[in-house]
């Protein structure tokens, strides 16, 4: 058991241990059972948790607290330390066993139904974790904006993007006369809005790869009338626009990307340079890219400026800018780049090889990294499949590798 789990559940005990101490719980009788059974089986639960036999442990504090209103709290932490040591079947059973006691108190009741309901997401047992979040939902106001992000979770995972923004728009703030209160200030997870932004755009991906324009365009608008700093609603407008042959609104719109997350301007360098060429002002393309790295440095414009150098006046003047950037904030990426520019009298005997094992340790390399939680991939993804987060994975080089100026 990690030392966080020993920990929470060493301070179980020592709550059991209270309760036991005292002989009872207020307003209860005394049984013979409290008096006699009970303490010894919190001294044999203390005994196998300072041996280290967890699981010996749980099981001994669990037969020591009957379930009522006084002793739920306890259980409840049990059920939630089995689950984060990954014992969902475990966890499961104490949690059912509180449901099985309808005289619980409704609040209590409710709280168990959300914890069960966990264990089931845990477990990937999504059908039965939806029926209960769905009851409280309907049940439980104090539980329901919980409910319904644990909805939104199970509906990800699925992929069922309809039902999960229809869960998401319920979540939005409700406009008033006086007032447009915001989402409480303890809910966890993303911004509402920013999720639905994103919700739309997986919903618009069918009918933009489908050809349905039309339909694509009216939910990426939509995205972005949910969150305006979108990216990936503007990059998908912007492809869009240019399949129409609306070159100058393509451009626009991958243009405010720098407004809205200049982390993101290197993942626009293929379309912006479609762009630039369609309308014939490539020129204006290296001005545009000199000026994006100037605000915010990564890598990938480093790469980029100097293919565009390469292009457009000589593999000589591409060299000499990144000798510069490499002079200044050495990577891997750009010395591989310009290892590959050399001509026969520039290169080395082994400088083939020197390139190859560049390159191949480029490749080793994750390219972009999640901002939340430090998930690596080797291309961008708009979820995070390690914190469940949207938009946070971006280009590493964007993330440190170089500074501001």
């Not at 719980?25 to 059972?33: D, K, M, N, Q, T």
């Not at 264990?119 to 409910?147: C, K, M, P």
């Not at 990936?232 to 100058?248: C, G, V, Y």
């Amino acid at each position: 058991m990690s030392d966080p789990a020993l920990l929470g559940l060493f301070f179980v005990a020592v709550g059991l241990g209270w309760l036991l101490g005292r002989g009872g719980i207020p307003g209860v009788a005394p049984r013979s059972l409290w008096r006699a059974s009970l303490p010894s089986q919190y001294y044999r639960g203390l005994n196998f948790l300072l041996d280290g036999s967890q699981d010996n442990a749980i099981d001994a504090f669990t037969r020591a607290l009957e379930v009522n209103s006084e002793t739920f709290d306890t259980h409840i932490a049990l059920g939630n330390v089995l689950r984060r040591r990954g014992e969902v079947e475990r966890a499961i059973r104490i949690h059912q066993n509180l449901l099985a006691r309808p005289s619980l108190p409704a609040a209590q009741l409710h709280l168990a139904h959300l914890e069960l309901a966990r264990d089931y997401i845990s477990a990937g047992l999504f059908d039965r974790a939806e029926r209960l979040l769905l009851d409280l939902v309907s049940e439980s106001g104090n539980h329901r904006r919980v409910a319904q992000r644990h909805l939104i979770e199970i509906y990800e995972a699925q992929s069922d993007w309809d039902s999960a923004r229809e869960v998401a728009e319920a979540l939005l703030p409700k406009k008033t006369l006086l007032t447009q209160p915001a989402v409480e200030a303890d809910e966890v997870g993303q911004p509402v809005n920013l999720i639905l932004a994103h919700f739309c755009c997986e919903q618009a991906e069918s009918p933009q790869e489908m050809g349905d324009l039309s339909a694509a365009r009216k939910l990426l608008d939509q995205a972005l009338k949910y969150d305006g700093d979108c990216v990936r609603a503007s990059m998908m407008l912007a492809d869009i626009e240019f399949r129409t042959s609306n070159f100058s609104r393509s451009l626009k719109l991958l243009k405010s990307v720098q407004d809205q997350d200049a982390d993101f301007v290197p993942e626009t360098v293929p379309a912006l340079r479609a762009c630039y060429s369609a309308i014939d002002k490539r020129p204006q393309f290296r001005n545009y890219l000199e000026s994006c790295f100037r605000a915010r440095p990564s890598t990938m414009l480093v790469l980029a400026i100097a293919q565009e150098l390469s292009d457009t006046e000589s593999p000589e003047s591409a060299k000499q800018f990144l000798r510069e950037s490499l002079r200044e904030k050495p990577t891997l990426r750009g010395l591989a780049m310009l290892m590959s520019l050399h001509d026969a009298d520039e290169a080395g005997t082994d400088e083939a090889l020197e390139v190859d094992i560049i390159q191949r340790l480029v490749s080793a390399r994750s390219l972009y990294r999640c901002q939340h939680c430090g998930f690596k991939a080797q291309q961008l993804h708009w979820y995070c499949p390690g914190c469940k987060h949207w938009g946070t994975i971006k280009e590493q080089g964007a993330l440190g590798e170089f500074v501001h100026a």
